[in-house]
C-alpha cells in the first residue's frame, strides 16, 4: 500500500505569519476616515492655525501640541484625535458629535478652552474648501 506524506515548503510557512501582519495591518489603515491621510491644503492650513493658536492648551492630560505633533508617548491619542478632527473638518460629523467625542475620549469637559479654542479656529464653509470623497 503506498503512503502519502505532507510535506510543507519551509519558506512558504515562514512567509505566511508576515502575510497575515500585512494584512491586518491593511484592514487596519482602511478603517480611518479616508480624508485623514490625503494630501489636503486647506485641511493643513486649520491644522497649521490650530497649532499656532491653541498648542498650550490641553484636551484632558494632553497638550494639543503633543496631539498635533504625534509624540510616541501619545501615539494613539494623536491619531484618535486627527482622525476626529478630520472628520469634523470635512463635514463627515456634526460639530456636538465632534465635541462629545473629544470630550469622553480625553475625559474633559465638553466646552473646555482646548475645544473652544479649535472650534474657532474652523473656517466658516469647510465643505467648500476641501470637498468631501464621495464612496
Known sequence: MA???LTINPVTA???PNMCVGLALTL???ACAPDAWRSDSPYEAFLNQVQNKCWNL???THEINSLLSGNDDV???STYFL???SR???GRISEDNYVGALSSFFNTQPYSPGIKCILAQMPAN???LAPLIKY
Do not use: C
Open 83 to 85: 482622525d476626529l478632527t
Open 58 to 60: 490641553d484636551l484632558g
Open 75 to 77: 501615539a494613539s491619542s
Open 88 to 90: 469634523f473638518f470635512n
Open 126 to 128: 469647510p465643505q467648500q
Open 28 to 30: 487596519a489603515v482602511a
Open 3 to 5: 503512503r502519502s506524506t
Open 14 to 16: 515562514m512567509k505566511f
